[in-house]
């Protein structure tokens, strides 16, 4: 039981000293996304509509996960149900190669760690979108990396960048002021970005019936650390909320899925912004692809040329620290949820229902 207790105050100081300003620093410079595989999260895997009787095949770190669903309870094995080969050695299944998984927000969510601290517990907030899933399902689509998972969160966060990226679809970068503030826990780091008259997104003067030139933006990027999964929730007045979940699922350590959904039930069905908005996560993901895709290789390969980030970016330096930290913990051999990441984040999100 000392054992225990002694290791927990150890824990607890990785992620506080590597948030000192002294060893801030190094943390940043020494971020290499693809040494960190964090275990004991769930992930989502498929759509829930994309599961059925026939199994399709996923993976997660290129562990395999077949899922299928029997008598239309959705499982998840190591194995395809046709396989004769069936005794699992894996540390990630339980002996007939199952894995646990369970079903919420539209997705089939698979459990990748120790089966023994799966629990439901462990499963992100995501408050606007419906526990039993059943969007339509031209608000869901998906779209592939060629980058490691933390590289395209990392990216995101950094929702500067958009202002530049995608100035052609959600706005450039002209607005009369700027406020970013960054919230974080042990397992999570939450973004928020407020900008007072904002070039206004072109798709929404275009497609969504905004006639102003300006608009008041209040964007925010929540990233759950283990499970790679971002809510993307932005708030333009006028005009209609965005309410994407963008999670990067990591198949491999250098290959990302994104099975996203952006609900747009809350836009007027005779807008057509409500059938657009969820399609131009395809160019979005293109014009993204396009700055990680070749950054993703470098951490791979010894360099002297130095790892550029702007200290302006306080909430992309911060995941990298969180994450080393959470990574630090585990290889001691805590896999310990210290916050609850699904406690109802509607407030930290500034989300009212609506
Ligand atoms: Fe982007």
């Known amino acids: 039981m000392l054992e225990t207790v002694q290791t927990t105050s150890h824990d607890d100081d990785i992620l506080a000293n590597a948030m000192k300003p002294a060893n801030f620093q190094k943390a940043v410079n020494n971020w290499v996304p693809h040494d960190i595989a964090l275990k004991d999260a769930w992930f989502p895997l498929a759509h829930s509509f994309a599961v059925e009787a026939k199994p399709v095949r996923r993976s997660v770190y290129s562990q395999p996960f077949y899922l299928w669903r029997e008598n239309g309870v959705a499982v998840a094995s190591e194995f395809h149900p046709n396989d004769s080969e069936r005794s699992s050695k894996s540390i990630y299944s339980d002996a007939s190669g199952r ?96 900008c007072t008259n904002k070039s206004v997104a072109p798709i929404m003067k275009r497609f969504g019936g905004v006639k ?21 929730y932005g708030r333009f007045s006028p005009g209609d909320n965005v309410q994407l979940f963008h999670p990067c699922v990591p198949e491999t350590r ?63 330096q911060k995941y990298r620290v969180l994450m080393q930290a959470l990574a630090e913990r585990q290889a001691h051999g805590d896999f310990s949820y210290r916050d609850n990441v699904s406690a109802d984040c509607s407030d930290i999100i500034g989300y009212d229902g609506k």
């Open 212 to 232: 102003d030139d300006v608009q008041q933006v209040r964007q925010v990027i929540r990233i759950y650390l283990r499970s790679h999964a971002a809510i993307a």
């Open 99 to 194: 894995y646990p998984v369970l079903e919420r927000y539209g997705y089939v969510w698979g459990w990748y760690g120790n089966p023994a601290n799966a629990d439901p517990v462990h499963l992100p907030s995501i408050p606007y979108l419906p526990e039993e899933g059943n969007l339509p399902q031209h608000m869901l689509g998906t779209v592939r990396f060629d980058c490691c998972a933390p590289l395209s969160l990392e990216n995101l966060i950094d929702l500067t960048h958009a202002d530049f990226l995608h100035a052609d679809v959600v706005g450039d970068e002209k607005m009369d002021k700027e406020v970013v503030e960054v919230f974080h826990d042990s397992e999570t780091i939450t973004m928020v970005r407020s």
């Open 254 to 316: 250098d290959r990302t899925r994104l099975d996203y959904t952006m609900n747009t039930s809350n836009v007027k069905k005779s807008n057509p912004f409500r059938y657009l908005m969820p399609k131009a996560s395809y160019k979005v993901s293109r014009q993204d692809s396009y700055m990680t895709s070749p950054q993703s290789p470098r951490y791979m390969n010894p360099e002297k040329r130095k790892d550029l980030h702007s200290p302006l970016d306080e909430a992309g």
